[in-house]
């Protein structure tokens, strides 16, 4: 495997999935070689993401309350710091995130294009009217990608073939050999926390999860937790969350339910393999209003899956559809959470008839291809 520059200009550690490639990509160095990465610190209290074998370079996140001036000196203390150092490191294979870690990649090709392996990867999908209306800034990064780093590149992916034939219906333009899909899955080794299939199933209570971002005007969160109020004690609802507006958390806090708990500081990513088995239903709760939403298979059906919880989500994401399974152990559900059933629901979740689900979502699989694809 080559020398490789990664470029993943939000912090890393709001992006696991960043985090397993780099991981992935340090077990399967020589002991020769390094892999580099340029990022930005975390201002949400999250754990810092350390790995003896990745060298980390990271500068000051701009935030919204820093002076307009003070965000301008941030950005371009990251794009001139990074270039910089990939001048002086020269890696044979560039990667980088989004198009909000665009420019330093768009300078590093335009000096050292013919030496060097360019991959990029979106954790999310935007149209061409998100980056029209948006900031200047990843305005002008856009346009770079379209006039140069996408012709440049060797590897264009996106989490899931939806989001990859949107991307595709926006961009004709692009060779159609380049895109690729790589999902956001959990590694290997949460395989050794998963609990047995359905374990506990016919207790007195369901117990159900919720991980991640929340907000009221993007996610079923007030439904839901209406819904679970009106179980009595049936249903409990634990929520882990760090990146949620304050009209949320000032909702969350006002319920006072001994039914629903939540945890405003979230939790690290490492502890879920160890948090999630205790728990029977794993819940995604976004309304589909966008289409990154709507056509997206998130990260948390594949921890949940992994960990063997069931999964229940809205009538709305519709790519979710593709895994629907409701004869199988664990079961992913589909519910229209506007008009939540509780007998069927509850009825659905205890039942045990169906063989089990094999869990193939590891991200080793993914990421095999792609490293296959540096080194050739």
Same mark, same amino acid.
Request: positive net charge; proline residues 6%; aromatic residues 18%.
């Given at each position: 495997?080559?020398?490789?520059?990664?470029?993943?200009?939000?912090?890393?550690?709001?992006?696991?999935? !960043?985090?397993?490639?780099?991981?992935?990509?340090?077990?399967?160095?020589?002991?020769?070689?390094?892999?580099?990465?340029?990022?930005?610190?975390?201002?949400?209290?999250?754990?810092?993401?350390?790995?003896?074998?990745?060298?980390?370079?990271?500068?000051?996140?701009?935030?919204?309350?820093?002076?307009?001036?003070?965000?301008?000196?941030?950005?371009?203390?990251?794009?001139?710091?990074?270039?910089?150092?990939? =001048?002086?490191?020269?890696?044979?294979?560039?990667? $980088?995130?989004?198009?909000?870690? !665009?420019?330093?990649?768009?300078?590093?090709?335009? =000096?050292?294009?013919?030496?060097?392996?360019?991959?990029?990867?979106?954790?999310?999908?935007?149209?061409?009217?998100? $980056? !029209?209306? #948006?900031?200047?800034?990843?305005? @002008?990064? $856009?346009?770079?990608?379209?006039?140069?780093?996408?012709?440049?590149?060797?590897?264009?992916?996106?989490?899931?073939?939806?989001?990859?034939? *949107?991307?595709?219906?926006?961009?004709?333009?692009?060779?159609?050999?380049?895109?690729?899909?790589?999902?956001? &899955?959990?590694?290997?080794?949460?395989?050794? +926390?998963?609990?047995?299939?359905?374990?506990?199933? &016919?207790?007195?209570?369901?117990?159900?999860?919720?991980? #991640?971002?929340?907000?009221?005007?993007?996610?079923?969160?007030?439904?839901?937790?209406?819904?679970?109020?009106?179980?009595?004690?049936?249903?409990?609802?634990?929520?882990?969350?760090?990146? =949620?507006?304050?009209?949320?958390?000032?909702?969350? /806090?006002? *319920?006072?339910?001994?039914?629903?708990?939540?945890? @405003?500081?979230?939790?690290?990513?490492?502890?879920?393999?160890?948090?999630?088995? /205790?728990?029977?239903? #794993?819940?995604?709760? &976004?309304?589909?209003?966008? !289409? @990154?939403?709507?056509?997206?298979?998130?990260?948390?059906?594949?921890?949940?899956?992994?960990? #063997?919880?069931?999964?229940? &989500?809205?009538?709305?994401?519709?790519?979710?559809?593709?895994?629907?399974?409701?004869?199988?152990?664990?079961?992913?559900?589909?519910?229209?959470?506007?008009?939540?059933?509780?007998?069927?629901?509850?009825?659905? $979740?205890?039942?045990?008839?169906?063989?089990? *689900?094999?869990?193939? +979502?590891?991200?080793? /699989?993914?990421?095999?291809?792609?490293?296959?694809?540096?080194?050739?």
């Amino acid at each position: 495997m080559k020398t490789i520059a990664v470029i993943h200009y939000l912090p890393l550690e709001y992006y696991p999935p !960043a985090t397993n490639f780099l991981r992935f990509i340090a077990d399967n160095l020589k002991p020769h070689q390094r892999v580099y990465a340029f990022s930005t610190f975390n201002v949400k209290g999250r754990h810092p993401f350390e790995d003896p074998r990745i060298l980390v370079t990271r500068f000051p996140f701009p935030i919204h309350t820093n002076l307009p001036y003070w965000r301008l000196f941030k950005y371009a203390l990251f794009n001139i710091g990074t270039l910089i150092s990939l =001048l002086r490191r020269q890696p044979d294979v560039l990667i $980088y995130y989004e198009s909000y870690s !665009a420019w330093p990649a768009y300078w590093y090709m335009r =000096l050292r294009r013919k030496q060097t392996k360019l991959f990029i990867h979106y954790h999310e999908y935007f149209p061409p009217e998100w $980056y !029209a209306n #948006g900031m200047r800034t990843v305005k @002008n990064y $856009y346009e770079k990608e379209k006039s140069f780093l996408w012709k440049q590149a060797v590897w264009i992916s996106h989490t899931n073939g939806e989001r990859l034939s *949107l991307f595709k219906e926006d961009h004709p333009f692009i060779n159609e050999k380049k895109l690729q899909v790589m999902p956001n &899955y959990p590694p290997k080794r949460w395989q050794q +926390y998963r609990k047995k299939i359905n374990e506990n199933s &016919y207790s007195q209570t369901i117990k159900t999860i919720y991980v #991640g971002s929340l907000s009221l005007s993007n996610t079923y969160i007030k439904e839901y937790c209406e819904w679970v109020m009106l179980q009595k004690g049936k249903v409990t609802f634990t929520i882990y969350s760090y990146n =949620l507006h304050d009209s949320t958390v000032h909702y969350l /806090n006002s *319920l006072e339910s001994e039914y629903i708990h939540f945890v @405003n500081e979230g939790v690290e990513y490492e502890q879920l393999p160890l948090l999630l088995p /205790n728990f029977h239903v #794993g819940l995604i709760l &976004y309304r589909g209003i966008t !289409a @990154n939403h709507r056509f997206n298979a998130p990260n948390k059906l594949f921890e949940y899956l992994a960990c #063997g919880l069931d999964v229940w &989500y809205p009538l709305e994401m519709e790519g979710m559809k593709p895994y629907q399974s409701t004869e199988t152990n664990p079961k992913i559900l589909e519910l229209d959470f506007k008009k939540l059933d509780d007998h069927i629901l509850i009825k659905q $979740y205890r039942n045990t008839e169906g063989g089990e *689900l094999k869990n193939i +979502y590891y991200c080793e /699989n993914i990421y095999e291809n792609l490293a296959n694809t540096i080194n050739d």
